[in-house]
């Protein structure tokens, strides 16, 4: 049983497309977060959502738009993608309530953009 | 805001050997969490153990070990009998008690274990 899953593992793009990456978790936590991961494996958080309401939203472009439909997922649309947007995006997912747990990552999405 | 840094861009360990791994953290708070989490080739990120600031005790699991210094600001990881499964980048990370939602990382260690 995957605990936190993203689809899809690898995409490849052009510059100028627009494309989503989707995630789901099954571990009923109330808060899921996005990552980005770039080329010298800096991890930095983008988004995050508890209860499906945004909590933190980091300085990033705002080509880059979370949606969480319910609890258990988390989705990231990118619109016109540019050579930069390149790096493996994670997400993750934890439990707040009753204190600050454990992150749990999915497999990452690496994203190329040509 | 919070940094970690992880001083050690490389490192390298034979294979049974220990190694310990260094982070240090800048915070004004006194309640946060403490993390160190590994990810290997396959770019899973996979947690190793965690520690409460409050928590005088250093945290252990099995062959991974902490050496937290709260006046310090400092958190290694100590690794030990270190197996080729060990490979891979460590990751210290930081998060505030205060409602920050969100894990500060340091830029990383990749450890390389040495048959």
């Known amino acids: 049983d995957t605990a936190v899953s993203q689809t899809p593992k690898y995409l490849v793009t052009q510059m100028g497309n627009d494309k989503s990456i989707k995630c789901e978790q099954n571990l009923g936590h109330d808060t899921m977060y996005w990552y980005k991961q770039d080329s010298k494996k800096f991890l930095k958080i983008m988004f995050s959502?508890?209860?499906?309401?945004?909590?933190i939203n980091e300085t990033v472009p705002n080509r880059f738009s979370p949606k969480s439909p319910d609890k258990a997922h988390l989705n990231l649309h990118i619109n016109s993608l540019e050579l930069g947007d390149s790096a493996v995006y994670f997400c993750a997912s934890s439990q707040l309530a009753g204190g600050p747990n454990e992150q749990f990552f999915g497999p990452g999405t690496r994203l190329t953009v040509l | 805001a919070q940094t970690v840094t992880q001083s050690q861009p490389e490192m390298s360990v034979q294979e049974a050997e220990t190694v310990t791994l260094s982070c240090t953290y800048d915070?004004?708070?006194?309640?946060?969490?403490l993390f160190w989490y590994k990810q290997p080739p396959s770019r899973q990120m996979i947690l190793v153990i965690r520690q409460e600031a409050y928590k005088q005790q250093n945290a252990t699991e099995n062959r991974f070990s902490v050496n937290f210094q709260k006046a310090a600001k400092s958190f290694s990881l100590k690794i030990s009998d270190s197996q080729l499964g060990d490979a891979a980048m460590y990751f210290c990370a930081y998060y505030s008690g205060a409602g920050s939602y969100q894990l500060t990382f340091g830029k990383g260690t990749k450890l390389s274990v040495i048959p």
């Open positions: 915070t004004s708070e006194s309640d946060y969490y």
């Open positions: 959502y508890n209860n499906k309401e945004l909590i």
